[in-house]
Antibody, heavy 123, light 108 residues
Framework: EVQLVESGGGLVEPGGSLRLACAAS????????MSWVRQTPGKGLEWVGR??????????DYAAPVKGRFALSRDDSRSMVYLQMNALRIEDTGVYYC??????????????WGRGTLVTVSS | ETVLTQSPDTLSLSPGDRVTLSCRAS???????LAWYQQKPGQAPRLLIY???NRVTGLPDRFSGGGSGTDFTLTISKLEPEDFAVYFC?????????FGGGTKVEIK
């Protein structure tokens, strides 16, 4: 059974930073493309970014609202993916989900989702 | 960026009713890139339909997807109590992946 477990959410002031983590199990993590999707009061479900497998170049792509502020990384030895969030804004408040899919890997549908971690940006 | 607009925002229905949800894209979308998700309170979205009309393994056949171009639908032929939830359409295959605003199907 595939499990994705997010952690690292919490309350942070505008301009602050947080690092979210996603622990994956039950999937071929080394080959998996990992994404983050958030659900915010203002925009609903929103794709945040994706990191390809290292075999596919480890390329990252981001949604326009977070580009330059957020950064994805992965540690295949630990089956972990990380989302470093800097310069946080109030509109970044929401639940952040880690998501992935079985082969074929690509920017396709998300079959696997974590339960999410809540990020609140507020002064 | 392809914007997906879902209508209506909320539907109040009874178990046993038939419902058709609409998803309209701001530009033509490849059929193989349109998906539907279901989300219940406190849970993550769950993939139901991919490629516009393909049910995921184990999904009851009361769920069906259709459409092409800019107009897509999700039909539930006979609502069961567990079907009351929020439904999102989504476009994949091209970045950024996008989601519609959702339609809430609530018990009347």
């Amino acid at each position: 059974e595939v499990q994705l477990v997010e952690s690292g959410g919490g309350l942070v002031e505008p301009g602050g930073s947080l690092r979210l983590a996603c622990a994956a199990s039950g999937l071929n993590f080394n080959n998996a493309w990992m994404s983050w999707v958030r659900q915010t009061p203002g925009k609903g479900l929103e794709w945040v970014g994706r990191i390809k497998s290292n075999a596919d170049g480890g390329t990252t792509d981001y949604a326009a609202p977070v580009k330059g502020r957020f950064a994805l990384s992965r540690d295949d030895s630990r089956s972990m993916v990380y989302l470093q969030m800097n310069a946080l804004r109030i509109e970044d408040t929401g639940v952040y989900y880690c998501a992935s899919r079985p082969p074929p890997y690509g920017d396709f549908t998300f079959d696997y989702w974590g339960r999410g971690t809540l990020v609140t940006v507020s002064s | 960026e392809t914007v997906l607009t879902q209508s209506p925002d909320t539907l109040s229905l009874s178990p046993g009713d038939r419902v058709t949800l609409s998803c309209r894209a701001s530009q033509s979308v490849s059929t193989n890139s349109l998906a539907w998700y279901q989300q219940k309170p406190g849970q993550a979205p769950r993939l139901l339909i991919y490629g516009a009309s393909n049910r995921v393994t184990g999904l009851p056949d009361r769920f069906s997807g259709g459409g092409s171009g800019t107009d897509f639908t999700l039909t539930i032929s006979k609502l069961e109590p567990e079907d009351f939830a929020v439904y999102f359409c989504s476009r994949s295959h091209t970045l950024p992946l996008t989601f519609g605003g959702g339609t809430k199907v609530e018990i009347k």
